[in-house]
């Protein structure tokens, strides 16, 4: 874990942190059942710190990577189709959302859920 830290230039307690709540997978060793990270935890602590610096709660952080792994876990034809779904209905409402004024575009944006606002934000940016 120190190692993993001293390479990505953040604390232990942050690794140890990212861990429990999910962010990072460790393995465990068998031997004395220490936890140890791969390259790809590595790669993903970048990743997070990355997203951290662009304001990005790790909420949202959270919400990506659950994307990401669902992504990984449908075939292509299924994200294809969902994909369609949503860009239609987001051609819906973006239109709708451009008509409210910014202190009733904020009450809709506090009724929706983490998850959504951030499904809603990286769909706007792939439509872009």
């Known amino acids: 874990m120190g ?3 001293e390479m990505a230039h953040v604390t232990k307690r942050t690794v140890d942190y990212y861990t429990n709540i999910g962010l990072l997978k460790a393995e465990r060793s068998a031997s ?3 936890r140890f990270y791969n390259e790809e935890a590595l790669k993903r602590l ?3 710190e990355k997203l951290k610096s662009e304001g990005r709660s ?6 990506l990577f659950a994307i990401e792994q669902s992504e990984n876990s449908h075939s292509k034809d299924e994200l294809a189709s969902k994909f369609y779904v949503l860009n239609d209905s987001l051609k819906e409402v973006a239109p709708l959302m451009e008509k409210l ?3 009733d575009r904020k009450v809709m944006m506090n ?3 983490p998850e959504s606002v951030t499904l809603l934000h990286s769909l706007l940016l792939l439509l872009s």
């Open 101 to 103: 004024n910014e202190e």
């Open 3 to 5: 190692e993993l830290a």
């Open 46 to 48: 970048y990743l997070i």
């Open 58 to 63: 790790l909420e949202e952080i959270s919400s």
């Open 111 to 113: 009724r929706l859920s």
């Open 32 to 34: 004395n059942n220490y």
